[in-house]
Structures are given as structure tokens and as C-alpha cells.
């Protein structure tokens, strides 16, 4: 086994839906990682309870179940918890999800300690831009929550603006923490109301939600008008993560709108595609 790869305990989990969970699993005193970065994680079905319990006495099992499975995964709790914390899709033939999905508390999982990715606040250089946009899909909210409970996120931009795109309203997962996090860290600032979040629910009508495509409610002004603040090359940075189609519809969309790709730390546009 590869030195950065240790073995980690399962401590809870919380059920969405039937395609979404989150889990948290214990964390490696050594493990550093920068808000907005991801890891690999490894599941060997094998070494879950529930295969223990529903398959390991059946000598005709597929030798693939005893296999180590890696995917990438970010990182939802902060650099600062004692634990770390996974949002997950299912998805229900894919080889790591479709075993991930039967984890229970007590179980051990594979974690590659070795931190990746830019979606982190640091790839922008100072002097900062005043509004902060983070526009997510699905699962890829699981960043934009670690920055979120990261103080120097919150005492770095004047706005925060957090558009969350989810199918089903019961897929709109973690708005409580949301809420909750909007009203602790928003008075660490003295600004309740420097966090602006925008749930958009696309396949039903749901109060309070917007209902369309981020790339149209952006080309429209919409996702703008409700925010209360324009989007500007001076003073604005983007970050967009979850599903590829969304990450390229909405960065022509910005780019339409006078935004440009951030590079070696300059411009406005940081992304993250999940597939
Ligand atoms: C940088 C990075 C970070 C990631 N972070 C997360 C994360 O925090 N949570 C998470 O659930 N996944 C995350 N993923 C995706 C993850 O690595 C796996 O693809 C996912 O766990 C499914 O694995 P699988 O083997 O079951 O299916 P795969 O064979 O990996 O994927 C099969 C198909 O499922 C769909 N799919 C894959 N992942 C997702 C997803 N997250 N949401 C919706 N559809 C998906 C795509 O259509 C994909 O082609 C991340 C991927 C990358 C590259
Ligand atoms: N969610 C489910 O009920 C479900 C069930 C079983 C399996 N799965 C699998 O899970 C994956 C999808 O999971 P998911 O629901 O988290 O992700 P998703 O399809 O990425 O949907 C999440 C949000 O992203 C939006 N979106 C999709 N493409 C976009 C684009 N080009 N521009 C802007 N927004 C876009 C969706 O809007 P739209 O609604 O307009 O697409 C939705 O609001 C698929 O592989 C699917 O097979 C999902």
C-alpha cells in the first residue's frame, strides 16, 4: 500500500435520499488539506459490513469485490474539524458508489492523504475582488461548504453569493447547514447578511427557489437581480463545481458576460468538473 494511504473509520452518516448521502470518517493527525481541495478515497466491498453480512460466505463471489476502488472525492467539512466529511451521489452501477452506498458507522474506507486540486481560495492573487460567487450542482456543493466554514473566506469578500442547483427539492441537501452557517459566521462578521444563498430546484416547482439553468438565470440577470449585485470583471470571482455540462454551459455564459477564465492567478473564473 502506498505510504500517503491510511485507513479511516466511518463515524456517522446521514441519508438525503435514496442517491445521496454524506458520511463523516475519522481523521488522520497528519491529514492537511486547503478548504475547496479533494482527496482519493477507497472502498474494498470486502471489508464493509454489509458485504460481511450479505456476501462472504458465498465462495462464487466476484473476485472484484475484494479489490480497492479509488475515486475522487472533496472535501465537505473544514481544515479546521476534528473529522472529515463526504457528500456522495449514488449512482447505482458505478463500481465505487454502488458499494460506497452500503457503508455503516464502524466501517473502514482508504483514504490517500495526499490533498488535490485548485478550487481552493489561494489560487486567486491579491488584491482580492469584493464578491465571491460560488455556483454548484449536485454533490458539488461539498467545497464551496468547507470554504464556507472557513472564516478568512468570510472576512476576504464582501458578498458571498452561494447558487445551488439541485433536480428535486429533496436533493436540495445541507440547506440547514446553510442557514446555519449564514447566521454564525455572519455574526463572527458582523454581517448576517454577507452570505447570499439561492437554492434553484430545476424539475419542480418549489417556493422561494429558482427554476431554471444557472447559464440562463445568468444570462437573463436573474441569478444577479436576486443576489442584489452585478457581476463584474473587477470585482468578482466565480467558482463553479459539479456536473461538466453545467461547468461549460455557465462558463460561456459568464464569459458573455465579460468574465475570463482565471489564470495564474489573474481573472475571474475558477472551475471544477465531477465527470
Ligand atoms: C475532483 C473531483 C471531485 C469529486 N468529488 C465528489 C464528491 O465530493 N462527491 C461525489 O459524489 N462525487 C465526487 N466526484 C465524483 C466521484 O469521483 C465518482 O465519479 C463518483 O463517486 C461515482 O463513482 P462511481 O464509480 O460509482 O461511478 P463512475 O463510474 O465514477 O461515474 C459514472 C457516471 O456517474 C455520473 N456521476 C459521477 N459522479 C457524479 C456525481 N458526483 N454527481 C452526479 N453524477 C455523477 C457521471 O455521469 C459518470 O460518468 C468527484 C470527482 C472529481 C474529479
Ligand atoms: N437525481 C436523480 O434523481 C438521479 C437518480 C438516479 C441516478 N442519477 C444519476 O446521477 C447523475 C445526476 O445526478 P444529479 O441529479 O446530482 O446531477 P445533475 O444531473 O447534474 O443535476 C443537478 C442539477 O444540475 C443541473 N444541470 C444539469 N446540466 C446542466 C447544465 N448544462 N447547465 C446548468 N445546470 C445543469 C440540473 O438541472 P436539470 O434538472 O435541468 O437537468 C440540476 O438542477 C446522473 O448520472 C444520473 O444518472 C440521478
Redesign the pocket.
Known amino acids: 500500500m502506498s505510504d500517503n494511504i491510511q485507513t479511516v473509520t466511518v463515524l456517522s452518516k446521514t441519508t438525503w435520499t435514496p442517491n445521496l448521502f454524506s458520511f463523516t470518517v475519522s481523521r488522520p493527525d497528519s491529514f492537511k488539506f486547503t478548504a475547496g481541495q479533494?482527496v482519493r478515497l477507497g472502498v474494498n466491498p470486502s471489508q464493509l459490513k454489509y458485504y460481511q453480512q450479505t456476501e462472504a460466505s458465498d465462495e462464487s463471489s466476484d473476485t472484484a469485490l475484494n479489490e480497492d476502488?479509488f475515486?475522487?472525492?472533496?472535501i465537505v467539512s473544514s481544515p479546521f474539524d476534528e473529522v472529515i466529511e463526504?457528500?456522495?451521489?449514488v449512482?447505482p452501477d458505478?463500481?465505487?458508489?454502488?458499494q460506497l452506498q452500503h457503508l455503516q458507522v464502524g466501517d473502514e474506507l482508504l483514504l490517500n492523504t495526499m490533498p488535490f486540486?485548485f478550487l481552493t481560495l489561494a489560487r486567486y492573487q491579491k488584491p482580492l475582488p469584493k464578491d465571491l460567487w460560488l455556483l454548484a450542482t449536485?454533490?458539488g456543493l461539498?467545497p464551496f461548504l468547507s470554504m464556507l466554514q472557513d472564516l478568512k473566506t468570510w472576512e476576504d469578500y464582501e458578498h458571498i453569493v452561494l447558487a445551488y442547483s439541485a433536480r428535486t427539492l429533496d436533493e436540495l441537501a445541507y440547506v440547514e447547514k446553510i442557514e446555519s452557517l449564514q447566521e454564525d459566521f455572519g455574526t463572527l462578521v458582523d454581517n448576517p447578511a454577507k452570505l447570499i444563498f439561492i437554492p434553484i430546484v430545476t424539475r419542480e416547482p418549489v417556493d422561494g427557489a429558482l427554476s431554471e439553468r444557472l447559464p440562463k438565470l445568468l444570462l437573463e440577470g436573474t441569478l444577479q437581480a436576486r443576489a442584489g449585485i452585478a457581476l463584474d470583471i473587477d470585482t468578482t470571482h466565480v467558482m463553479l463545481c459539479g456536473?461538466p455540462d453545467m461547468v461549460e454551459d455557465t462558463k460561456e455564459a459568464l464569459k458573455t458576460l465579460g468574465l475570463v477564465m482565471n489564470r495564474r492567478g489573474e481573472g475571474n473564473i475558477a472551475v471544477?468538473?465531477?465527470?
Open positions: 479533494f476502488v475515486r475522487a472525492y472533496s463526504f457528500f456522495s451521489i449512482i458505478g463500481a465505487f458508489t454502488s486540486g449536485g454533490t461539498a456536473n471544477e468538473n465531477y465527470w
